[in-house]
C-alpha cells in the first residue's frame, strides 16, 4: 500500500483545515450561483412564454380590424394590457385598437386606449401614443391637455410631428404667432428638403400670413 510522505500528509492537513474554515461559504455561494442560473432561465422561458401567448391574441386583434369587430378588438386589446401588459405587443395592440375606435367616433374608448399606451408602453409606442392621444384631444378641444402631451420629453424622431401638431394645436386657440414659430421649428427639424409633408407643412406655415 502506497504511503503518504510527510509533505503530502501536510498539504492534505492543511487542505482539511482550509476546507473546514471556508467549505460552507463555497458551497453556499456555489449553490446561489446554481439557483441565479435557473432563475435566470426561469425567467427567460416566462418571458417567452408571455410573448409567444401575447402575438396569438395581437393576431386576433389584427384580424378583427380587418373584420371591423369593434367588441372583439376591444376585448382583445384588453386581454392583452391586463395579461400582458410588459410585453410590446400591448401596447401596439392599445394603439391599433385607439384607431379603430377613433375611425367609429368612439372618442372616449380610443381616449382610454391611448391613454393606457402612454402611461404603460414604451419607446416609440409611448411617443406614437402621445401624438395620436394628443390629435384626439385637439378634435375636442381640449388644447392644453394635447399640448401638455406633447411637451413631454421624446425620440428626436418624432420631433417634427410634434411641432407641427403643437402648431396645429396653437393655430386652433388662435394663437397664430405661437403657431407660426412651432411650424417653423418643425420644419428646421425636417430632413427631408421637398415632398408632400414638407409641403403640407409649409402650406400651414403661409396660411397664417402675418399673424403676431
Do not use: C
Not at 19 to 31: A, D, F, K, S
Not at 36 to 51: E, F, K, L
Amino acid at each position: 500500500m502506497a504511503h503518504y510522505d510527510l509533505e503530502e500528509q501536510e498539504q492534505i492537513d492543511s487542505l482539511k483545515t482550509w476546507w473546514n474554515m471556508y467549505g460552507n461559504l463555497i458551497t453556499g455561494v456555489v449553490v446561489a450561483g446554481a439557483v441565479a442560473v435557473v432563475g435566470w432561465q426561469g425567467w427567460n422561458w416566462h418571458q417567452r412564454g408571455q410573448a409567444a401567448q401575447a402575438s396569438a391574441i395581437y393576431g386576433v386583434l389584427e384580424q378583427a380590424v380587418a373584420a371591423r369587430d369593434a367588441q372583439k378588438v376591444k376585448a382583445a386589446a384588453g386581454e392583452l394590457a391586463e395579461k400582458f401588459g410588459g410585453t410590446a405587443y400591448a401596447g401596439m395592440g392599445a394603439l391599433v385598437a385607439a384607431r379603430q375606435s377613433f375611425e367609429a367616433g368612439d372618442l372616449k374608448t380610443a381616449t382610454a386606449q391611448l391613454t393606457w399606451a402612454v402611461e404603460n408602453g414604451k419607446d416609440e409606442v409611448r411617443d406614437l401614443a402621445r401624438l395620436r392621444l394628443a390629435a384626439v384631444q385637439l378634435d375636442e378641444k381640449a388644447y392644453d391637455q394635447a399640448l401638455k402631451h406633447l411637451e413631454a420629453a421624446h425620440a428626436p424622431a418624432f420631433d417634427t410631428r410634434f411641432l407641427e401638431l403643437k402648431g396645429d394645436i396653437l393655430a386652433a386657440q388662435g394663437k397664430g404667432a405661437d403657431a407660426k414659430a412651432a411650424y417653423k421649428a418643425a420644419l428646421d427639424k425636417m430632413t427631408d428638403k421637398a415632398g408632400p409633408t414638407r409641403e403640407l407643412l409649409q402650406q400651414k406655415l403661409d396660411s397664417l400670413g402675418e399673424a403676431a
